[in-house]
């Protein structure tokens, strides 16, 4: 598909239509959904921003790019003044103090935001049913799930309520919502994009990214959100990237896959047959590829899992009434502690934060946190040797299709062991996009750290093959 961002943009310009029009019809449509995907609406701020845009183009003032384009933000992000709720009850009432670096970005280049939107309550899960505002409802067949965590993101941009939408991943929740619901969805290089103002779930995976209609508006909107920012020591200066330099396939010679991931008990007999059908394609495009060895799922998915519960149930101490969360009083602090926390967070949650209490205590850490972290070093090192080998890695997004809404809550161990084909990209802090092709749930592309450039253009490649 074309670039959204551009097509709306000209008939803002050429006054094709006004964008106090545009935003009101995608407020209509965020406010009638039925697909659960919003938390709340940010009607009165759009409607000023989108006549001051009109006022500046009947006044034949010029306007960037991204003025006027309204889209979405995961409830997870702060944005001033706004309720920021990570679809959770402790935080149900909590407005934001200040604007995430990322998402203030795109409102100085004047994109407007229309809606804070349904997830998986503090990024936990896979699915966009663990929310105090019902389950999301998968874009393309309502009776299945969005996926997760960001599914609210993922089915305003499918069903084009948003024009983008700004998600959130740490082990998947860009790419694997993306993939259920047809559309794009970047996870950049850890560090890329500033993590300040998203709230913390797993500090050392956790990743910005948009999720959009075209490999263009993501390339566009990566570039705007991306640079170093005082605010998180862990992001870094980084190059724009221009359409020229992804537009042709030159420069992406060898390409690889995980031979495990495909020979999985796990994988449905489509996806790996469209996966393979797709690896034939390639080839006959004269680009080498090679069956790549990695570590086995399970590894991947109790790696991620331990780091993930330990660095969430650190991140959460946080919520305790004091500062932040709805307190409910009991007969002293530590029982008001107890009693906000355990009536506050879902189940999900507490499975969480007392698994991630356990791994890092006394007795428990050296034999298993310890354990995984020196297993992300080693996942990282393998994705070195990779690299060295091949310029992308392909993969599916998920071993299988999208489940029926409720099936996920009832087998959380089924749910955790459904992200093994993304986790292991998010340790290795590398950037992956997911594109709607090839699988019924897509097909993510992954390139060495910092070079998101060979990631857009082999997408662009594919579009045109297969
Ligand atoms: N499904 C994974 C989890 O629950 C990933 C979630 C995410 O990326 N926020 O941890």
Redesign the pocket.
């Known amino acids: 598909m074309e670039s959204q961002i551009k097509k709306i943009h000209q008939q803002l310009v050429s006054k094709q239509i006004t964008c106090t029009d545009l935003v009101q019809k995608r407020l209509n449509l965020l406010k009638q959904n039925t697909h659960n995907t919003v938390n709340s609406l940010l009607t009165e701020t759009a409607l000023v921003a989108a006549a001051k845009v009109d006022e500046k183009i009947s006044n034949e003032e010029e306007i960037g790019l991204l003025e006027g384009i309204p889209f979405g933000i995961k409830d997870v992000y702060m944005v001033q003044g706004t309720y920021t709720t990570a679809s959770s009850d402790l935080l149900k009432n909590y407005k934001a103090a200040y604007t995430a670096t990322a998402i203030q970005k795109l409102l100085d280049a004047g994109a407007i935001p229309l809606v804070k939107e349904n997830c998986?309550c503090f990024?936990?899960?896979?699915s966009s049913e663990n929310t105090i505002f019902g389950a999301v409802k998968n874009a393309i067949d309502d009776t299945l799930v969005s996926g997760?965590?960001?599914g609210g993101s993922a089915v305003n941009v499918a069903k084009g309520y948003t024009v983008f939408s700004i998600g959130?991943?740490?082990?998947?929740?860009?790419r694997?919502p993306a993939g259920y619901n047809n559309i794009y969805g970047l996870k950049p290089t850890y560090g890329r994009i500033s993590r300040f103002g998203i709230m913390a779930?797993?500090s050392s995976t956790d990743c910005v990214g948009p999720l959009a209609k075209s490999i263009e508006d993501i390339r566009i909107l990566l570039n705007i959100m991306s640079g170093k920012d005082i605010k998180d020591q862990t992001s870094y200066t980084s190059q724009e990237i221009s359409r020229e330099n992804i537009a042709c396939v030159e420069g992406v010679k060898k390409i690889g896959y995980f031979k495990n991931f495909i020979e999985s008990e796990a994988i449905d007999v489509t996806i790996k047959a469209d996966f393979l059908a797709v690896i034939e394609k390639i080839k006959a495009k004269g680009i080498e590829v090679k069956e790549l060895d990695f570590f086995k799922s399970d590894t991947l998915v109790s790696t991620?899992?331990t780091l993930?519960m330990a660095e969430t149930a650190s991140n959460l101490s946080r919520l305790d009434g004091t500062n932040y969360g709805n307190r409910i009083e009991d007969k002293n602090l530590k029982e008001t502690y107890a009693v906000t926390r355990s009536e506050n967070f879902s189940k999900e949650t507490k499975r969480r934060v007392v698994g991630g209490n356990q791994v890092l205590s006394q007795g428990f850490s050296d034999a298993i946190y310890l354990k995984a972290l020196a297993l992300k070093d080693q996942i990282s090192e393998s994705f070195e040797k990779n690299f060295k080998e091949v310029d992308i890695i392909l993969s599916p997004v998920t071993p299988a299709p999208p489940p029926v809404i409720g099936e996920s809550l009832n087998d959380p161990l089924a749910?955790?062991l459904s992200?093994e084909y993304?986790?292991g990209f998010?340790l290795g802090q590398l950037p992956t996009l997911t594109v709607p092709q090839g699988t019924v749930t897509g097909l993510q592309i992954t390139a060495a750290k910092k070079n998101e450039e060979q990631v857009l253009k082999f997408a662009n490649f594919l579009k045109d093959t297969i």
């Open positions: 998986d990024g936990h899960g896979s997760g965590s960001s959130g991943d740490t082990g998947g929740s860009i694997q779930y797993a991620y899992y993930a749910m955790y992200d993304t986790v998010s």
